[in-house]
């Protein structure tokens, strides 16, 4: 799976494509919606006020909007379990 992490005017844009599942996707947003994971800093999840998922297997957008940088997103996506669970 590849991950593009791109900053907008409104927060941070992330393209999975390749080897994704959209409902992987979809479940790594409610975790963190309903704090059931690790990945970023409460400081963090607080700054995130939307979080959409669009697209379908293969190609799944993740946008995020609030005051938060790339690297944070980064730093969350190398931790997330959901992503990087071995099959």
């Known amino acids: ?3 593009q992490v791109n900053a907008t005017g409104f927060g941070v844009n992330i393209a999975f494509s390749g080897d994704v599942k959209k409902q992987n996707i979809v479940t790594m947003v409610q975790n963190c919606s309903t704090g059931k994971c690790e990945c970023m800093s409460d400081d963090t ?12 297997d293969g ?26 669970t071995k099959k």
């Open 1 to 3: 799976m590849k991950k």
């Open 45 to 56: 999840k607080q700054k995130i006020q939307n979080m959409q998922v669009s697209g379908e």
């Open 59 to 84: 190609e799944v957008k993740l946008s995020l909007e609030g005051d938060i940088t790339t690297q944070e997103i980064e730093d969350a996506l190398a931790k997330s379990t959901v992503l990087n």
